[in-house]
């Protein structure tokens, strides 16, 4: 249970690492972060909110951290596959 919750802060930092560059993209990960911590808080108070499965607390943790590593990759890896084309195309013509 500890790895989910490392897990919820590092997707609910995501949005403040591509506010800068991609905006849309970090205000559109937002609902999926607050339903990942609803579904969180439902599931630790076991009914409190509404009934739910530990099923669906871990599909809302593993669709948040599939957001993560995908801004991950148009953060960081991106601009690297990028500009490593633009070089081939600069050296083939």
């Known amino acids: 249970m500890d790895m989910f919750f490392a897990y919820m802060f590092v997707a609910s930092a995501t949005p403040l690492f591509l ?3 991609h ?3 970090a205000i ?4 999926f972060i607050l339903i990942m911590w609803t579904l969180a808080i439902a599931f630790l108070f076991d009914g409190f909110l509404f009934h739910i499965t530990e099923s669906t607390f871990v599909v809302a943790v593993l669709i948040n951290v599939v957001i993560a590593h995908a801004a991950a990759f148009i953060l960081y890896a991106s601009p690297y596959v990028a500009n490593k084309a633009k070089r081939v ?3 083939s013509e």
């Open 19 to 21: 506010w800068l560059e």
């Open 23 to 25: 905006r849309k993209i």
């Open 28 to 31: 559109s990960s937002i609902p």
């Open 89 to 91: 195309t600069e050296t």
